[in-house]
């Protein structure tokens, strides 16, 4: 008897046949869910697999190009370098004088705490400064006395075509192409080529005026008594602000200092 009505053994054997019917159903599509859901999850993993090895792929790839863009970096700095050991291999008394140059650029960029792309850029303005003298006659470049008015005129187009020059190297930065043109402009406007001014006149060839007199005066010129540091210092300052940057000038001071171990003043 259940809930107050018979229930027959035989409807008891049907529902219990029925309800074993519905479980095995069940029972089935239990099984083909968990085949399906294994089958994505086989496919997802390959998914993630290929993912993966795209992934890493990419990485080499990545790592190779940098490494190949190094290389012509390095190319593009060496050609650089050759081109101005060239002209300094014609004039004895400039040899060293663009690698100087570039290594106090770098000590002033460091004390102006320039980015990594800014010091690279100076770097090679630097190095280059002067290789458009290439074209100059050694007459002219080892002159002991004063020029005359048209070997001068001759002597101002060097900035410019050491900017054309560089301007050929694919993988120089182009923000070192007004660095190597401005680098004989003058504060007060009374440099070459241009005679722009101020502000007129880039960072770069701020540090190159500076690295570059200061060079000049410490090493053997035709044309000029050699000084000491401290003298050379001194004179730079006396310059100042009229064709030197103060800035800058303090920056040379600290990185020669902090570099040499030897104060400028
Ligand atoms: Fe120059």
């Known amino acids: 008897m259940m809930g107050g009505t018979l229930v027959s053994q035989h409807e008891i054997e049907e529902r219990l046949a029925l309800n074993t019917q519905q479980l095995m159903i069940y029972a089935q599509e239990l099984r083909d869910t968990y085949w399906r859901e294994r089958?994505?999850?086989?496919?997802l993993e390959q998914a993630l697999e290929r993912e993966r090895r795209y992934g890493q792929a990419l990485k080499e790839a990545q790592a190779e190009l940098s490494a190949t863009l190094a290389r012509l970096r390095m190319a593009a700095s060496g050609v650089v370098t050759a081109l101005a050991m060239a002209l300094e291999q014609r004039d004895p008394y400039?040899?060293?004088h663009s690698q100087r140059v570039a290594t106090y650029c770098l000590w002033m960029g460091q004390e102006l705490k320039l980015e990594s792309a800014e010091l690279e850029s100076v770097a090679y303005a630097a190095k280059?400064?002067?290789?458009?003298?290439?074209?100059?006659?050694?007459?002219?470049l080892r002159k002991p006395?004063?020029?005359?008015e048209s070997e001068w005129a001759l002597m101002r187009q060097h900035p410019a075509r050491s900017a054309s020059i560089v301007e050929q190297l694919e993988f120089v930065p182009k923000a070192s192409l007004n660095s190597i043109r401005q680098h004989h402009e003058r504060l007060d406007g009374s440099g070459y080529p241009v005679g722009i001014s101020g502000d007129a006149i880039c960072l770069g060839a701020r540090m190159i005026a500076v690295a570059d007199a200061f060079d000049a005066m410490t090493t053997h010129r035709p044309y000029n008594s050699i000084r000491t540091p401290l003298q050379a210092f001194q004179e730079l300052r006396d310059s100042a602000p009229?064709?030197?940057?103060?800035?800058?000038?303090?920056?040379?001071?600290?990185?020669?200092?902090?570099?040499?171990?030897?104060?400028l003043t």
């Not at 089958?39 to 496919?43: D, F, H, I, V």
């Not at 006395?145 to 005359?148: D, E, F, R």
């Open 242 to 263: 009229a064709q030197y940057d103060s800035r800058v000038l303090e920056a040379f001071e600290i990185g020669w200092r902090r570099h040499s171990g030897v104060p």
């Open 94 to 96: 400039t040899e060293g």
């Open 39 to 43: 089958q994505r999850s086989a496919e």
């Open 128 to 140: 280059a400064h002067d290789i458009g003298k290439i074209g100059i006659p050694d007459s002219l």
């Open 145 to 148: 006395g004063k020029l005359t």
